[in-house]
Nanobody, 116 residues
């Protein structure tokens, strides 16, 4: 089974930081380009950041300079370091394959709340 578990979300004040983690099982993780996505009740799931098997990264314009994606293939893990968070970043964050999501079964996501 190809499964994902996201963690690391929580409540943070504007300007604060969080580090999200994505744990993958199965699916030949080290060979798969992966991405972070986010969704709010008002919007469809949107792309946040991606990283190829070779380590090349890409970011949505809204997070460039604030978020950093990374991966540890030895641990089947991916991370998203989020700095200078704003209320607009509040969402449920998911990880999955990229550019086509769905190689893994979607996890439950991790909630990020940005509020003072």
């Amino acid at each position: 089974q190809r499964q994902l578990v996201e963690s690391g979300g929580g409540l943070v004040q504007p300007g604060g930081s969080l580090r999200l983690s994505c744990a993958a099982s199965g699916g030949f993780f080290r060979f798969i380009a992966m991405g972070w996505y986010r969704q709010t009740p008002e919007n469809e799931r949107e792309f946040v950041a991606s990283i190829t098997s070779g380590g090349d990264t890409d970011y949505a314009d809204s997070v460039k300079g604030r978020f950093t994606i990374s991966r540890d293939d030895a641990k089947n893990m991916m991370y998203l370091q989020m700095n200078n968070l704003s209320p607009e970043d509040a969402a449920v964050y998911y990880c999955n394959s990229r550019p086509r999501s769905g190689w893994y079964t979607w996890g439950q996501g991790t909630q990020v709340t940005v509020s003072s």
